[in-house]
């Protein structure tokens, strides 16, 4: 300083020795000092210039007090060490539970809308991170891979109340602490599904597993889920109680078999799921509802004796399924009984695919009725429902079948073709109002008949 103010030249060795560390109090008046020698020297810097031109030792000087000043700086102010983010997995997101690391996607944490993760993730709020980056919640991480399996099957587009082997094991104090860990992360949908005590039917000798399904009724309270392993079950059930019964495994790995109806429901609330069913012969059905209501889902089901689902003075939802080969009807529905008939494959079947009677009035959606020895859907004798957005095709007699009082609420919407007789065909003696709209009826030897002439007329209408 005192030499350039004479005008004489600093030299690099007056400042190149290095400093010893003093006290941080010491540090920060060094600092102080160090900027004001830098402005000052800038401001001499620039006279020069002016004046008579930069000298190129000047410039060395000037260079090294900055980069001298720069390390007090950084010894006295530390820059925060970031976690690098790699910029080909931009999206990971790490998690500190209770101390174990867990590494997943944001998208997987915001898979269920208003978690408490879809919270933290929202940036409405300040997350506090450690210095690694990642997100530390205190919570035991026993059972936060349940947690993430859950998440990642939402993700992946699974149900994942289909999904049981997680749970498999578990007794009922794990099972209950992992309720209480999808409770505070406001996983609902996993809290239902834990909230269901879960039993396990196995052919297989295996600890806490009963080895038939008709002893697993029996025993487990009303409410209960029973998961069904892979094997052949031969047995009839009388199923009196509400629970749910679900295949564990590949549907036709896990076949209940019977000569007699195999299950019999009249329970409040069940409901069948990713089964084989096989009746084998005599005058029994594959599935009788007679009481409150059953969900059969996602089953194989056929008969050697009657129907593969007969539902009488009950409810009953059956979606999804493969109803074929029974010797009469696929599915019947008689004596006032509702429900929904959707999205199944009904094939192959020896009278109808679908057969409504008796003041039983269900709704048929969504399914292919094919290559039924008689009709695909007949309605007789007080039957009524509605018929849309069917594919009924191939059947050996018609399409649709209204006969004999049947009295459809509304047939619409159906693609109806190749039928060996009629699309559609209504009798004098049913109720036609609302019978046909915009329905796609064509290649059957006639397309749509009503015969609304006691002698027998028919009139066809295309």
Not at 261 to 279: D, E
Request: aromatic share 4%; net charge neutral; hydrophobic share 35%.
């Amino acid at each position: 300083y005192q030499r350039r103010v004479h005008g004489e030249p600093m030299l690099l060795s007056d400042i190149s020795q290095p400093l010893p560390c003093p006290a941080p109090a010491t540090m920060r008046r060094k600092i102080e000092q160090a900027e004001r020698f830098l402005k000052l020297t800038n401001d001499l810097c620039e006279i020069k210039k002016k004046k008579e031109g930069i000298d190129p030792r000047m410039l060395e000087t000037l260079q090294c007090v900055q980069e001298r000043l720069a390390e007090l700086v950084e010894e006295e102010h530390p820059a925060p060490k970031r976690r690098r983010r790699n910029p080909s997995k931009p999206n990971r997101i790490t998690l500190n539970i209770g101390g174990m690391m867990f590494e997943t996607e944001q998208k997987t944490l915001l898979a269920e809308s208003n978690s408490l993760f879809s919270i933290y993730l929202s940036g409405r709020f300040d997350v506090e991170r450690d210095e690694d980056g990642s997100i530390f919640i205190d919570r035991d991480p026993t059972h936060f891979s349940i947690i993430l399996e859950h998440l990642r099957d939402l993700r992946a587009g699974v149900d994942p109340s289909k999904e049981y082997s997680r749970f498999r094991g578990m007794t009922d104090r794990e099972r209950l602490a992992a309720k209480r860990e999808a409770g505070f992360y406001c996983l609902d949908r996993l809290e239902r599904i834990l909230s269901q005590p879960t039993f396990w039917v196995s052919k297989e000798p295996q600890g806490n597993c009963f080895s038939s399904l008709k002893d697993a009724v029996l025993a487990v309270p009303a409410g209960s889920r029973i998961i069904i392993l892979p094997g052949v079950y031969t047995e009839s059930i009388n199923l009196d109680k509400s629970v749910d019964i679900i295949g564990d495994g590949p549907r036709e790995q896990i076949r209940l078999h019977s000569g007699q109806n195999i299950i019999l429901s009249t329970a409040p609330l069940a409901s069948l799921r990713n089964v084989t069913v096989r009746q084998t012969g005599g005058k029994f059905n594959g599935l009788l509802v007679c009481g409150g209501h059953m969900t059969i889902e996602d089953c194989d089901i056929s008969s050697e004796g009657l129907g593969c689902v007969a539902v009488r003075r009950a409810s009953a939802t059956v979606r999804g399924n493969v109803i074929h080969n029974c010797k009469a009807g696929g599915l019947v529905f008689t004596d006032g009984a509702e429900g929904r008939i959707e999205g199944n494959d009904v094939v192959d079947n020896g009278l109808q695919g679908v057969e409504i009677r008796d003041g039983a009035r269900p709704t048929v959606v969504g399914n292919r009725i094919s290559k039924c020895t008689q009709n695909g859907i007949l309605i007789h004798s007080e039957g009524s429902g509605v018929v849309e957005n069917n594919i009924i095709v191939n059947n050996g007699v018609d399409g649709i079948m209204v006969i004999r009082n049947g009295k459809p609420t509304i047939i619409r919407n159906n693609v109806i073709h190749n039928n060996k007789n009629r699309g559609i065909f209504v009798s004098y003696t049913a109720n036609p109002c609302g019978y046909e709209h915009d329905n796609l009826v064509y290649a059957n030897t006639d397309d749509v008949v009503i015969d609304t002439n006691p002698n027998g007329v028919v009139v066809n209408v295309v």
